[in-house]
């Protein structure tokens, strides 16, 4: 554990992993750890955060992301208040700067924001003076996403995650997730891989401290875990992938693969899945699938963060 007395998380927002001390990230993964077990009590429900305001602020879809950090607050006893861009005046032209304004105008303590636009999180974080949370933007970042990763990894793995070795499999190119988890797990000392076709490689990629594959069977051998990707559809531009049923045939992970990884090796996805397209069927419903443990990860692992963003002014206890 931390040393809670001498620690003071020092961040106002979180827009990404790179902004994390290691000290920091420790820090987050055992307060949620603290908090996990609200989650199975009969009444699910601390005053914590009472008296809070989070704004829920979804401009792109979301159901895991959004509707976690909606349970975390609501437990905490944060008041929690959602908009998306159907049903808000950005659908009548406003701006999301005069959108950001309207918001803080009400005095909210944490904003979480979901947006297309790489940097969208940032451009709040410099305008408003109440905590941001990025919730995704754009392909850039999603830093809630790779540290309930870790929180879930650490269920496994324990607190030590040096000489453990973890792939990234497919659409690194369009994935925010990718890019956070790759982040993350080197700076936890986790040695990554990343194998996709590639056309779904970003630029610059060989400048991630990363080792590259193209051949799943060579990828996958001896890892202690694999992450999925999700196919992005809808990010990719015409000619990238011609043909989805030989992607399958080169990218989905099967029995056949995870038998080549190590033993007792796990599977992550974000989610949504692809089912038959970047995850076979019969992997996605395994036990050695942590998907579902990953999605209870996200409830209190957002616990934590916005306990730590509310309260950064406040000398609260948990
Ligand atoms: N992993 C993830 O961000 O899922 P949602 O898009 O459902 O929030």
């Known amino acids: 554990?931390?040393?809670?007395?001498?620690?003071?998380?020092?961040?106002?927002?979180?827009?990404?992993?790179?902004?994390?001390?290691?000290?920091?990230?420790?820090?987050?993964?055992?307060?949620a750890e603290t908090f996990r077990e609200i989650n199975s009590r009969p009444v699910k429900k601390v005053p914590t955060l009472k008296g809070k305001t989070v704004v829920l602020f979804f401009?792109?879809?979301?159901t895991r992301t959004k509707t976690s950090f909606d349970m975390a607050g609501k437990r905490l006893s944060a008041d929690t208040f959602s908009l998306g861009k159907a049903?808000?005046?950005?659908?009548?032209?406003?701006?999301?700067k005069d959108t950001a304004l309207t918001l803080q105008a009400m005095s909210p303590d944490v904003i979480v924001i979901r947006h297309?636009?790489?940097?969208?999180?940032?451009?709040?974080?410099?305008?408003?003076?109440?905590?941001?949370?990025?919730?995704?933007?754009?392909?850039?970042a999603h830093p809630t996403q790779a540290l309930?990763?870790?929180?879930?990894?650490?269920?496994?793995?324990?607190?030590?995650?040096?000489?453990?070795s973890l792939l990234i499999l497919g659409d690194i190119a369009h994935s925010r997730v990718a890019r956070s988890n790759?982040?993350?797990?080197?700076?936890?000392?986790?040695?990554?891989?990343?194998?996709?076709?590639?056309?779904?490689?970003?630029?610059?990629?060989?400048?991630?401290?990363?080792?590259?594959?193209?051949?799943?069977?060579?990828a996958v051998r001896d890892v202690d875990a694999v992450m999925c990707l999700r196919l992005q559809l809808e990010r990719q531009q015409a000619g990238l992938l011609p043909d989805l049923s030989?992607?399958?045939?080169?990218?989905?992970?099967?029995?056949?693969?995870?038998?080549?990884?190590?033993?007792?090796?796990?599977?992550?996805?974000?989610?949504p899945m692809n089912r038959g397209l970047e995850i076979a069927n019969d992997i996605a419903d395994a036990p050695a699938c942590l998907v579902l443990?990953?999605?209870?990860?996200?409830?209190?692992?957002?616990?934590?963060?916005?306990?730590?963003?509310?309260?950064?002014?406040?000398g609260g206890t948990v």
């Open 1 to 31: 554990m931390t040393d809670t007395h001498h620690y003071h998380w020092p961040h106002k927002d979180l827009l990404d992993v790179t902004q994390l001390a290691p000290a920091d990230v420790h820090h987050l993964l055992d307060l």
């Open 59 to 62: 401009v792109e879809n979301s």
């Open 87 to 96: 049903g808000s005046s950005l659908n009548k032209g406003e701006s999301l």
């Open 116 to 140: 297309s636009s790489s940097g969208a999180a940032a451009y709040l974080a410099d305008l408003l003076p109440c905590g941001i949370v990025n919730g995704g933007d754009g392909w850039h």
């Open 148 to 164: 309930l990763d870790s929180f879930s990894l650490r269920q496994v793995w324990g607190r030590d995650f040096s000489g453990k």
């Open 182 to 218: 790759m982040h993350l797990l080197h700076a936890l000392g986790v040695r990554v891989r990343i194998c996709a076709p590639r056309t779904l490689l970003p630029a610059g990629v060989e400048h991630w401290p990363v080792e590259i594959f193209s051949d799943l069977r060579q």
């Open 246 to 271: 030989e992607y399958a045939r080169r990218f989905c992970l099967g029995a056949e693969h995870l038998a080549l990884a190590a033993p007792e090796a796990r599977v992550l996805h974000p989610g």
């Open 293 to 314: 443990d990953q999605v209870s990860a996200g409830v209190a692992t957002r616990m934590a963060i916005l306990y730590l963003l509310a309260m950064r002014n406040e």
